[in-house]
């Protein structure tokens, strides 16, 4: 019992102490703060990576692409480790957006009935089905209200409820949110018509949709009714690609997607997988042999393959076996030219391998760093405590003279140590959890009262800064700051323990 009375003495009166408990909390807060964003931020960057391009990929640098894609996909899906496969081309075009906005983007073409079951495409879409039924809704109620007065606008606001609910139905589908009348007024002086042009998502950074200090995206109704024109090179094995090959084709935006990630955000426009094969001359299509005069058919073509895994499936064992699909299909049509080093069957951690490991070793220097400080943390606890031994010679004498034993007078000072361990780890860890908690909200205040803009998205790839802590870095973490305040105090404790009870009360 004298032990417990003696620590929360020297711990109410001894303030030199509450340096140490001061540092220690500081410092798990610091880490805290530290490794969970870091932490946050490669957990974020895997999760997203993992969502756009499956568990597995087959992809060809080249934009050429590769043939004989539909029966790789065939074989591939036979596997009954496999849950979907969705063929995919990604190529380089012009945008333009109603005259108001041109650029150059990244443009993916992907079967909008498969995609949604490999990767999370579908699901960063802004119109999904509950967001098109509340919009129907409101144009229901905006129908009913013109319905006296102007009563053709009525009845357009009645067609574009009905198609939105139709879209819902159909979710997800390359099909526009509006009506078709809708869109006829829009260009109403047009040779064609243009409520035929089919629909085009774009990022929501392409046309310039960013979160406000609430993380909320305004998105106008006006943005839905834009004209879209898409210019690409088509590609063909047979052709001099220097040669004018651009085609244009009219689309609606249809919707925009929001992955999260700054970079794909800003430059990736989606459209139909078999248009954009049509566009880029890599469909199947008839041609005359110059040499023979024969009249043959090229194999259709595309990028990539991205597949999915059946859950409890190990996606490390399974690519073998279709890296084996693969290397036999190019035993069965070699004159292909598709050599193991051109197309690669990978797991999208392989794919991302050389970021991943950037980043882990980063993460690896932060641990580094904590073990260095911890030593800082446990030199200061020992100076401290050194000093408070030195000081209470006298009492440690009364103590040990009326009956303390050396193990007694050495606990008092490592539970002394261990209590300003916990105090220390508990307030450095609701420091560190309030800071990544609205870690965001403090970036957001910064920037606007003084200037400071330390996230930005170009370079961290994501919008905003991860907010959350893992129970095992927490866990590490203050138990680290806690052994870390005990092993400070193990030398004065030895050193209080080892005092001659008579030299001691004779100390001055």
């Not at 009375?5 to 610091?30: F, G, Q």
């Not at 074989?75 to 333009?96: G, W």
């Not at 490999?118 to 999904?128: A, D, I, P, Y």
Request: aromatic share 10%; glycine share 6%; charged share 20%.
């Amino acid at each position: 019992m004298y032990k417990l009375h003696l620590i929360l003495k020297y711990l109410r009166k001894r303030r030199i102490a509450w340096v140490s408990l001061v540092a220690v909390m500081l410092c798990t807060a610091m880490v805290l703060v530290v490794i969970s964003v870091m932490g946050g931020w490669l957990r974020m960057f895997r999760q997203t990576n993992h969502a756009l391009i499956g568990d597995l990929i087959v992809h060809r640098y080249s934009l050429d692409g590769f043939g004989h894609y539909q029966e790789m996909m065939q074989d591939i899906q036979k596997l009954p480790e496999v849950k979907a496969v969705s063929p995919e081309i990604h190529t380089y075009a012009l945008l333009n957006i109603a005259n108001q906005l041109r650029t150059g983007v990244q443009v993916v073409g992907y079967d909008i009935q498969t995609i949604g079951q490999v990767n999370g495409f579908v699901s960063s879409l802004h119109w999904q089905p509950a967001t098109l039924e509340e919009k129907a809704k409101e144009f229901d109620r905006n129908a009913s209200a013109l319905a006296a007065r102007v009563p053709e606008d009525a009845e357009m606001l009645r067609g574009n409820a009905q198609a939105m609910r139709n879209k819902a139905a159909a979710f997800p589908s390359w099909d526009k949110p509006m009506a078709g009348q809708e869109y006829r007024d829009l260009l109403p002086n047009s040779h064609v018509d243009v409520s035929t042009w089919p629909g085009i998502v774009v990022g929501s950074g392409v046309i310039g949709l960013r979160p406000d200090e609430n993380g909320v995206i305004e998105r106008p109704d006006f943005i839905y009714r834009k004209w879209v024109r898409l210019t690409v090179l088509n590609v063909s094995e047979s052709q001099d690609t220097l040669a004018d090959t651009r085609v244009t084709r009219s689309y609606w935006l249809m919707d925009d997607s929001k992955t999260g990630v700054f970079q794909v955000d800003q430059n990736m426009v989606y459209v139909p997988f078999d248009l954009l094969q049509k566009d880029l001359n890599m469909d199947a299509r008839p041609y005359t042999d110059r040499r023979t005069g024969e009249q043959k058919t090229t194999f259709a073509r595309c990028n990539q393959l991205l597949i999915s895994l059946r859950d409890g499936y190990d996606m490390n064992a399974v690519q073998p076996k279709i890296a084996k699909i693969v290397d036999d299909l190019e035993q069965k049509y070699g004159d292909l030219n598709f050599p193991d080093d051109v197309i690669k069957t990978q797991t999208w951690e392989e794919k991302q391998a050389d970021f991943l490991a950037a980043v882990e070793h980063e993460k690896v220097l932060l641990v580094i760093l904590f073990a260095i400080i911890s030593v800082v943390a446990v030199f200061l606890i020992f100076c401290i405590f050194f000093m408070i031994v030195v000081e209470k010679t006298r009492d440690i004498g009364i103590i040990k003279s009326v009956g303390a034993t050396s193990g007694g007078v050495a606990g008092i000072f490592l539970g002394y140590g261990l209590t300003i361990g916990i105090i220390g780890g508990a307030g450095g860890l609701l420091l560190g959890y309030l800071v990544v908690h609205n870690i965001n909200w403090l970036h957001a205040w910064l920037a606007r009262e003084l200037g400071v803009k330390i996230w930005d998205a170009k370079t961290y790839v994501f919008d905003t800064i991860p907010n959350t802590m893992e129970l095992r870095d927490v866990v590490v973490i203050v138990t680290v700051a806690i052994l870390s305040s005990v092993i400070g105090a193990i030398v004065p404790a030895v050193r209080a323990a080892r005092m001659n009870p008579v030299e001691a009360l004779r100390w001055e």
